[in-house]
């Protein structure tokens, strides 16, 4: 009779022990929209840090940070995404890139943690013509690719670990394609857009809500392993041009866009030509309804044309 009270008990206070999510990287477009979908998510606890409060690039920082505060889960948002600049800034881009991902790996090994790691389409070499499948070769073309290849391998040796990858990523936060084309389409009356780069815009905030229900899967189908890379963007196939165009007449500007060749916007980095990525894993295994890129980018500008009045 007491055991079993004892038991009672004791399930009863493991029930109310929230998880612990770390969120790296929260000042980020990703970030910023797993902070928005916290609060929707009571069961858990996350714990939103950036460099300024954790220096992941510094492993005894990351060690004692896991260890102290016992993570079921690590959401590694950060990353050196400055694509051009990484072509001469290496050191850089590999430290945050690799490094800082193998130091997390460490972490999670050594203290039985969970890792999602988010990784880009530029791992492609993008002279395909078929949507990327997960298992396909990567072959990136610039140092950006070249870095968070390496930080994808760094974190699949962490068991149960998750790798996803995704493209053209905007939101209402921050330096972003969707933000720039507002700017500029009030700005001016033509604007010139590459039209030969094929890729799938990604809303932030449906990927947000994609990694949080590969959590709640993996914890209520604990004997189920799911792990592995995925890739998520959303629906739908455009070039830069399609996707200016789609701004442009969300907004209700006049702007002008006309299509041009990569070749008329030299850059140090190559960017691939085609990098639509495919889903079917993502879909597959946790059934998660994907929007198109054109519904997305509604929610998107209805939030970002909200705060500009």
Partial sequence: ????????????????????????????????????????????????????????TNASQVDRF???????WIINCAAYTAVDKAEEDRANAEKVNIKAVANLADASVKNNARLIHISTDYVFSGTGY???????????????GITKEAGEKKALKVPGAFVI????LYSAHGNNFVKTMLRLGSERDKINVVADQIGSPTFAGDLATAILAVIEFCDKNQQK???????FSNEGVASWYDFAFEIMQQAGYT????PVDSSEFPVPAPRPHYS???????????????????????????EILASQT
């Fill in 1 to 56: 009779m007491v055991e079993d009270q004892l038991n009672i008990t004791i399930k009863k206070i493991m029930a109310s022990i929230k998880k612990r999510i770390l969120v790296t990287g929260s000042n980020g477009q990703l970030g910023r929209e797993i902070q928005k979908l916290a609060p929707s998510h009571p069961e858990y606890s996350f714990l939103f840090h950036d460099v300024d409060t954790l220096d992941i």
């Fill in 66 to 72: 896991v260890s102290d505060k016992e993570l079921s």
């Fill in 130 to 144: 078929m949507p990327y499948k997960d298992d396909f070769p990567a072959g990136p073309r610039s140092v950006y």
């Fill in 165 to 168: 990858r995704t493209s053209w």
């Fill in 225 to 231: 392993d799911v792990s592995g890379i995925y890739h």
């Fill in 255 to 258: 702007c002008k866009i006309s």
């Fill in 276 to 302: 639509v990525l495919n889903k079917e894993k993502f879909r597959k295994n946790f059934g998660f309804d994907i929007p198109h890129w054109k519904i997305s980018l509604k929610k998107c500008m209805t």
